[in-house]
């Protein structure tokens, strides 16, 4: 298990990326504003199991890799830290891009369970915070690098799931709200964006291999 120190500061760190407007929020938020509270929540639950396959991924996979070369671990910490930043640059460009899209009404829960495994499962910030930031928390002398990565992952996990909830309850009682200025969201959108190239900054020249 790692350290009771990297738990905290990894928490911290997993709950300023989780409240970043990013693909899984907006699709949250545009699900519950579209269909109320019930579709929001069965969404946030859908994103959560679609990210458990890159948390094993990672746990199995780059856990080897960080727990055997310095060099590698450097890589992948600059590598994370770049893509963090275009995503940035990205979510600043297409702020707009919600106000395009016209929301169809899914089928049912299976079917938003479906949409949001799937929105989870391809969500770049969630692959990229997990290979650029879940290392970093690491203490290879505390035991098995894998389940040290294992736990945080999961760690990530809850906190994803009662953040992102908040937001479709919260976004789901204030559809009136939103509705009247899609502008909003273009705001939020980009306010994300600048969040999430400062972040990739940090990262690039904080943290180090224990």
Request: no cysteine; charged share 10%.
């Amino acid at each position: 298990m790692p350290p009771l120190d990297h738990v905290l500061a990894f928490s911290i760190a997993a709950f300023l990326i989780i409240i970043i407007p990013g693909p899984s929020v907006l699709f949250v938020i545009g699900r519950s504003i579209a269909f109320g509270r019930r579709v929001g929540v069965l969404s946030v639950l859908g994103n959560a199991l679609g990210t458990l396959p890159a948390v094993l991924l990672v746990a199995f996979g780059v856990g080897a890799i960080v727990a055997s070369s310095v060099v590698a671990f450097t890589i992948i910490k600059f590598a994370g830290a770049l893509y963090l930043a275009w995503l940035g640059i990205q979510a600043i460009r297409h702020r707009n891009a919600h106000m395009a899209t016209v929301p169809r009404e899914p089928a049912g829960t299976w079917a938003v369970l479906g949409q949001g495994f799937i929105v989870g499962l391809t969500n770049p910030k969630t692959i990229a915070f997990f290979v650029a930031v879940l290392p970093q928390f690491v203490d290879p002398a505390a035991g098995a690098v894998w389940l040290q990565l294992l736990l945080l992952g999961l760690i990530f996990e809850v906190i994803a799931v009662a953040s992102d909830g908040t937001w479709a309850l919260a976004a789901g009682s204030a559809r009136h709200w939103f509705a009247r200025s899609p502008k909003r969201l273009s705001n939020l959108t980009a306010t994300g964006g600048v969040m999430m190239i400062g972040l990739g900054g940090a990262l690039a020249f904080t943290g180090s291999k224990s």
